[in-house]
């Protein structure tokens, strides 16, 4: 009896150092990342600058980020403010959608046609979806909003985003920009949507037809889940509740070693955030994710490279910093606002005040 107790807890013992072992090594990995994205932060266009000091000052509330911060809020400004003086009637929303589709024209790859087939129907969606409300929702997230949002509401008002967030088409094109704008409207209080776009894109990705979606279509599919994931935590500010969204992480957890084969390591990593974001940090889902994406960093560059083996610093960066949160997982913070951080917005940008 007391043989067996022994070796009980020896096998504890040598499990438990192999985990601390194992998050040590993740932990590392993450730093090594961290060390490659910001000694050269400040070279990254506006919006992958906000994007990674936005996600990393959430997980971490330090103030070393405020200036990444700064030049998000630069930026969503100076597009509401392009838009409230001079993208807001019919015509003019007509001729910028029509230049933002053009960009599609000639790109081969199916993501691009898929986008322009779907949108050149209804091109106002570029400029609704696609800019206008990313920026009035980042405004709104930090505590903010533009001068003229009450003409920039009425600008959303004329349009109905139940056409766009119900599509089947567009939701083969846009499944995970469609989850955010869902919540993004929610989040304004404009139209809600959130339930139709959900029950549209399961009826468009029904589980049965997975084998037969193209890798292009099946990391469509895992995008769009994980991103109503992320859009419900407002974008790692809050927990979220694993039974509002019961059969994403149930389909997950049943088809998480075919992800790991056909998915992108952006998408992986979407994948065991996820499971974090709803407290679930020692799931199965979350092990197996991290030892994925551990193995795919590049140690002599100290970042993921593309699945083309591609290490471009700028195009690199979603990945990388998803590849950061998921190996040294912090917490939500929600965070940060105009009114609970205010020095870091000690002055704002023009056009911006506070909501």
Same mark, same amino acid.
């Given at each position: 009896?007391?043989?067996?107790?022994?070796?009980?807890?020896?096998?504890? @013992?040598? @499990?438990?150092?192999?985990?601390?072992?194992?998050?040590?090594?993740?932990?590392?990995?993450?730093?090594?990342?961290?060390?490659?994205?910001?000694?050269?932060?400040?070279?990254?266009?506006?919006?992958? %600058?906000?994007?990674?000091?936005?996600?990393?000052?959430?997980?971490?509330?330090?103030? +070393?980020?405020?200036?990444?911060?700064? $030049?998000?809020?630069?930026?969503?400004?100076?597009?509401?403010?392009?838009?409230?003086?001079?993208?807001?009637?019919? %015509? $003019?929303?007509?001729?910028?959608?029509?230049?933002?589709?053009?960009?599609?024209?000639?790109?081969?790859?199916?993501? $691009?046609?898929?986008?322009?087939?779907?949108?050149?129907?209804?091109?106002? #969606?570029?400029?609704?979806?696609?800019?206008?409300?990313? @920026?009035?929702?980042?405004?709104?997230?930090?505590?903010?909003?533009?001068?003229?949002?009450?003409?920039?509401? %009425?600008?959303?008002?004329?349009?109905?985003?139940?056409?766009?967030?119900?599509?089947? %088409?567009?939701?083969?094109?846009?499944?995970?920009?469609?989850?955010?704008?869902? #919540?993004?409207?929610?989040?304004?209080?404009?139209?809600?949507?959130?339930?139709?776009?959900?029950?549209?894109?399961? !009826?468009?990705?029904?589980?049965?037809?997975?084998?037969?979606?193209?890798?292009?279509? #099946?990391?469509? +599919?895992?995008?769009?889940?994980?991103?109503?994931?992320?859009?419900?935590?407002?974008?790692?500010? !809050?927990?979220?509740?694993?039974?509002?969204?019961?059969?994403?992480?149930?389909?997950?957890?049943?088809?998480?070693?075919?992800?790991?084969?056909?998915? !992108?390591?952006?998408?992986?990593?979407?994948?065991?955030? @996820?499971?974090?974001?709803?407290?679930?940090?020692?799931?199965?889902?979350?092990? +197996?994710?991290?030892?994925?994406?551990? !193995?795919?960093?590049?140690?002599?560059?100290?970042?993921?490279?593309?699945?083309?083996?591609?290490?471009?610093? $700028?195009?690199?960066?979603?990945?990388?910093?998803?590849?950061?949160?998921?190996?040294?997982?912090?917490?939500?913070?929600?965070?940060?606002?105009?009114?609970?951080?205010?020095?870091?917005?000690?002055?704002?940008?023009?056009?911006?005040?506070?909501?």
């Amino acid at each position: 009896m007391r043989r067996t107790f022994s070796l009980l807890l020896l096998g504890f @013992s040598l @499990s438990h150092t192999a985990f601390a072992d194992t998050s040590a090594a993740y932990q590392e990995s993450a730093d090594l990342i961290k060390q490659t994205y910001e000694q050269n932060l400040y070279t990254l266009p506006a919006f992958k %600058e906000g994007h990674y000091g936005l996600r990393m000052y959430r997980q971490t509330l330090d103030s +070393k980020y405020s200036a990444a911060i700064w $030049s998000d809020l630069a930026r969503v400004a100076s597009r509401l403010n392009h838009f409230a003086a001079e993208v807001n009637t019919p %015509e $003019s929303i007509y001729i910028y959608s029509e230049g933002r589709l053009s960009g599609y024209i000639g790109d081969d790859d199916e993501r $691009s046609i898929r986008r322009f087939n779907a949108t050149k129907h209804m091109p106002e #969606y570029l400029y609704l979806g696609v800019d206008l409300l990313g @920026s009035m929702a980042r405004a709104n997230e930090y505590g903010l909003k533009h001068k003229q949002d009450q003409k920039l509401r %009425e600008v959303i008002r004329r349009y109905d985003f139940a056409r766009y967030a119900t599509d089947p %088409e567009m939701i083969r094109a846009w499944a995970a920009q469609l989850a955010n704008q869902v #919540y993004w409207l929610r989040q304004l209080g404009e139209q809600d949507v959130v339930d139709q776009c959900i029950d549209s894109f399961r !009826k468009t990705y029904p589980d049965a037809i997975d084998k037969k979606l193209s890798p292009q279509q #099946y990391g469509n +599919k895992l995008y769009g889940m994980t991103h109503i994931i992320f859009a419900d935590s407002n974008y790692y500010q !809050k927990q979220v509740n694993e039974q509002d969204h019961q059969w994403i992480y149930d389909y997950f957890r049943q088809n998480i070693d075919q992800i790991l084969l056909r998915a !992108k390591e952006d998408v992986i990593a979407e994948v065991g955030l @996820s499971f974090l974001l709803a407290g679930l940090d020692n799931d199965p889902v979350v092990a +197996k994710t991290r030892k994925a994406i551990n !193995k795919a960093i590049d140690k002599q560059q100290g970042m993921i490279p593309s699945v083309t083996g591609d290490f471009d610093f $700028s195009h690199g960066e979603h990945r990388n910093v998803l590849a950061i949160m998921l190996l040294d997982w912090q917490q939500v913070n929600q965070a940060p606002t105009y009114q609970k951080q205010p020095e870091i917005f000690t002055r704002l940008p023009y056009g911006l005040e506070p909501k």
